[in-house]
């Protein structure tokens, strides 16, 4: 399994569908994605249709987790604050596409992990702006998206 890059990957601009069960080839995938992100070039999240699969799904790096990973199934947005930081922004499906892009500073989300638990997570900083990333993903949407035509051929 391989990242493919946005010119390769039309699924990149695709909603993509909730995860109605978690199954047997759900786990799989995630296995593969963790190995994926694993494998990556500084990349700190992965969502399915980076990967070509149009279904609610990401993961992260999270040095708090057992194996390193956490997983989100059908995330959920339930609250972004209205502070914005700009920070420097890329994306492993834009291989050296690096952007200044203002995001929220604090995000919460809600979503179920790869055993089924439902959690809900606050974040602040590099994370929020990691998760709002991967959100984007799910919904078709790109990083550079956010930003106005003259920025994004600079």
Request: contains cysteine; hydrophobic residues 40%; aromatic residues 4%.
């Amino acid at each position: 399994m391989e990242i493919k890059p946005s010119d390769k990957n039309p699924s990149l601009r695709k909603k993509s569908a909730p995860i109605e069960k978690i199954t047997p080839e759900i786990l799989d995938l995630i296995k593969e994605m963790k190995e994926a992100l694993k494998n990556s070039e500084n990349g700190v999240g992965l969502a399915a249709p980076q990967i070509g699969v149009n279904i609610r799904l990401f993961v992260i790096l999270d040095n708090l987790a057992k194996d390193g990973y956490s997983v989100f199934i059908n995330p959920e947005i339930t609250q972004v604050s209205k502070k914005k930081i700009t920070e420097e922004e890329g994306c492993l499906s834009l291989p050296g596409n690096w952007k200044e892009l203002p995001r929220a500073d604090k995000v919460t989300i809600k979503a179920m992990d790869e055993n089924g638990n439902k959690f809900k997570i606050r974040a602040k900083g590099i994370l929020a702006r990691l998760m709002l990333h991967e959100v984007d993903h799910l919904n078709g949407i790109l990083f550079v998206d956010h930003l106005d035509k003259n920025k994004r051929r600079n």
